[in-house]
């Protein structure tokens, strides 16, 4: 198992966290387009791994199927790991989740990571459609999918003796991911690794963590526990042109707030909006989950909560209306990091 580093100057294991991000003007298709550019450019900066997350029916995010994201990254590129951050377990029955992350295990083994998450991604009703789910058996679930990849299912178990295929390749490391706590221990006890949600969560990441590390049972794939921490960042080469990048969130988040989903805006349209007192306090509880700033004021912050939490690692994700700012953002960071230099 890969270990993390302590920033020390260089070196720093950062990776991706990708929603590939649909923005107003454009589309869908060219969204993901744009992702395989991305993780293109990612590899070449060193960055570990590029993680697609999973939503659906959501105008401003075209990562829907992270599987089949996973399948055409990994086909492009040749190093970093590509995986799920993550599959959202109740809106898929564990067997077919078992069989593609197989599957993909098989044609790039070695690269592939699943990340699952308890949380459905989406609206309830668009849930519903994805398939009725029990998010109280999401543990039952888990140890289900665990079950069926090993051959490991009690002889009484109503599925005991179903074969998973590819059969000649297990499942790649599993990473829980969590935004409360509430996974934290089960994914210690399993001797999983852990990812935590710091870029959308107001929970502070410690705890949880601590937890993780307290409970955490060495496995065959995680002889230590590993701890992966999210956060949104926009970096530019200004503090004033990252504020002016970050500020299409902040009509994004605005819109959200009152349930309107719409594709991403731009800084221009958010720099015209008239914001009224009680949306402006909702920006401020959006930008207090953001890294905004020059590549130094970016890693600064950075570099504080990893000595808060301890993390092995972190994973980026940004949401930036041009697609050339956004690429721009991660090759300032991957620069600032020292990325290219860790070998």
């Excluded at 939503?55 to 995986?83: D, Q």
């Excluded at 935590?196 to 995680?222: G, M, T, V």
């Amino acid at each position: 198992m890969e270990n993390g580093h302590r920033p020390n100057g260089q070196g720093f294991p950062l990776s991706v966290l990708d929603l590939a991000p649909i923005v107003e003007g454009s589309t869908a298709t060219q969204a993901i387009r744009n992702s395989l550019e991305l993780a293109k450019l990612a590899e070449e900066l060193g960055y570990r791994r590029y993680w697609f997350a999973e939503h659906h029916g959501m105008a401003s995010i075209a990562s829907s199927a992270p599987e089949l994201l996973i399948s055409r990254t990994a086909a492009v590129t040749e190093r970093i790991r590509v995986g799920s951050g993550g599959i959202m377990l109740q809106n898929h029955a564990p067997l077919k989740a078992a069989e593609a992350f197989h599957t993909l295990e098989a044609m790039f083994p070695g690269r592939i990571d699943l990340g699952i998450g308890r949380a459905p991604g989406t609206d309830p009703r668009t849930s519903q459609a994805l398939r009725p789910f029990e998010p109280q058996r999401f543990g039952e679930h888990l140890t289900e999918l665990i079950g069926l990849s090993r051959g490991t299912l009690p002889g009484d178990h109503p599925f005991h003796g179903v074969r998973v295929i590819p059969s000649d390749v297990t499942l790649p490391p599993i990473w829980m991911l969590g935004s409360s706590g509430g996974s934290a221990r089960l994914a210690g006890e399993l001797g999983l690794g852990y990812s935590f949600a710091r870029h959308f969560s107001p929970a502070p990441p410690k705890p949880a963590i601590d937890l993780y590390r307290d409970s955490f049972r060495s496995s065959e794939q995680f002889a230590r526990p590993h701890v992966i921490l999210a956060v949104a960042v926009v970096c530019a080469e200004t503090d004033e042109r990252a504020d002016y990048l970050a500020s299409s969130m902040d009509l994004g988040w605005t819109r959200i707030n009152r349930g309107e989903f719409r594709p991403i805006p731009s800084p221009d349209e958010a720099d015209a909006y008239d914001f009224t007192p009680q949306e402006r306090l909702v920006v401020e509880r959006y930008r207090r989950l953001v890294f905004v700033g020059d590549p130094a004021t970016v890693r600064t912050a950075v570099e504080e909560v990893i000595a808060e939490t301890g993390a092995d690692e972190v994973i980026v994700t940004s949401t930036i209306f041009s697609h050339e700012e956004r690429m721009r953002s991660y090759a300032l960071l991957a620069e600032e990091f020292g990325l290219g230099s860790s070998g």
